[in-house]
């Protein structure tokens, strides 16, 4: 891949880190996980209820850090799990701190369900 990546995710269950990890080897990138200061339940129906809060209200959690260098990158790719047919609120935070413009973003995300496409949608909403 021509220019520097970065494979930027948040993961919940592992799922996603796998992914992102894959995608790392194979561009050579750097990989940066965005960790939530409030770590979120570990439970499934403590989280899914806590993610679904989120993102009714809206709310952008803080993270323990983003990467220094984001202007030095060329392409970014971005993952999340599907939550809520949307991005996991970690992402939006970044999404909503990080200035992208210029850049070739490329988003991926797992899901359990498949309402991955809706997820997506949702991407190219946010970002395009
Ligand atoms: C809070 C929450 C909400 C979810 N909502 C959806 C959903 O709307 N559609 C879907 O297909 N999967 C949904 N899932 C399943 C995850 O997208 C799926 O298990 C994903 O691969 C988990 O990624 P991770 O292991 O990186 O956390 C949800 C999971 C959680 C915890």
Known sequence: MEGKSLVIFFSWAGNTRTVARLIQKETGGDLFELLPVKAYPRRYSK????GKREFQSSVLPELQGLPSELSSYDTVFVGTPNWWSTMAPPVLSFLA???LAGKRIV???TYGGGQGE???RAWLGRIG
């Open 47 to 50: 989280c899914t209820e806590q």
């Open 97 to 99: 701190k990080s200035d």
């Open 107 to 109: 988003p991926f995300c």
């Open 118 to 120: 809706s997820a997506v």
